[in-house]
């Protein structure tokens, strides 16, 4: 079975200070990893993903994660935070499977502080 | 492209009444699927269905219902609504081939029971 953890259920940062929220997973298959942002009252919007290929993915509004096999994580970092960030942020993985059903964290709230 | 929308919005049932939440997509994706999001819980699998005509039980199903007659339409039916079932639902889809790696979420009924 897989699984995703996500350490802090809360993170506060001031606004320009480094984001960091933390993922780790397990899986006893290659995984495909994704990190979801949710604002207040909306859907879930895809950042970034990871299936296969370069471990260090790019995604949208500044934001990139790295896939360490190693010590099964998948981050999210943004160099400086701002107030437009605050949101939920959602990490999920996906077997290679013929399944797609996504396996979700519990998340973590960002909050950037001025 | 409207992607994925999901009708109503709020919804207010008392224990014991029935209801459909209905979502659609028209980007002809094969796979659709209901998440039901608790607070820190994040997103669990309700049901899943890899075309029109079949379905399959997620992770937690107990006291809903769905069927996919077209592939535009995936409903999500609550027969005998229970306090439990207060939550915030999602419908997502993904183009069809196990490989394609994006699901596409709508922006979600709250339901509350009564």
Redesign the interface.
């Known amino acids: 079975a897989q699984s ?1 953890t996500q350490l802090g ?1 809360h993170v506060s940062v001031s606004e320009g200070a480094l984001v960091l929220l933390r993922c780790n997973y397990s899986s006893s298959v290659p995984p ?1 990893l ?1 990190w ?1 942002v949710q604002y207040p009252n ?5 950042l970034l ?1 990871y ?1 296969t290929g370069a471990t260090l993915v790019k995604g949208i509004n500044g934001f990139e994660a790295e896939f360490k096999k190693s010590e099964t994580s998948f981050h999210l970092t943004k160099p400086s935070a701002h107030m437009s960030d605050a949101a939920e942020y ?1 990490c ?1 993985v ?1 077997m290679d ?11 973590t709230r960002l909050q950037v502080q001025p | 492209n409207a992607g994925v929308t999901q009708t109503p919005k709020f919804q207010v049932l008392k224990t014991g009444q029935s209801m459909t939440l209905q979502c659609a997509q028209d980007m002809n994706h094969e796979y659709m699927s209901w998440y039901r999001q608790d607070p820190g819980m994040g997103l669990r699998l309700i049901h899943y269905s890899v075309g029109a005509g079949i379905t399959d039980q997620g992770e937690v199903p107990n006291g809903y219902n769905v069927s996919r007659s077209t592939t535009e339409d995936f409903p999500l039916r609550l027969l005998s609504a229970a306090p439990s079932q207060t939550s915030v639902y999602f419908c997502a889809s993904q183009a069809g081939g196990y490989r394609t790696d994006t699901q596409y979420f709508g922006p979600g009924t709250r339901l509350t029971v009564l």
């Open positions: 995703v259920s495909y994704f979801y909306q859907g879930l919007q895809l993903k299936t959602f999920a996906r499977t013929g399944r797609r059903a996504l396996t979700f964290g519990s998340g």
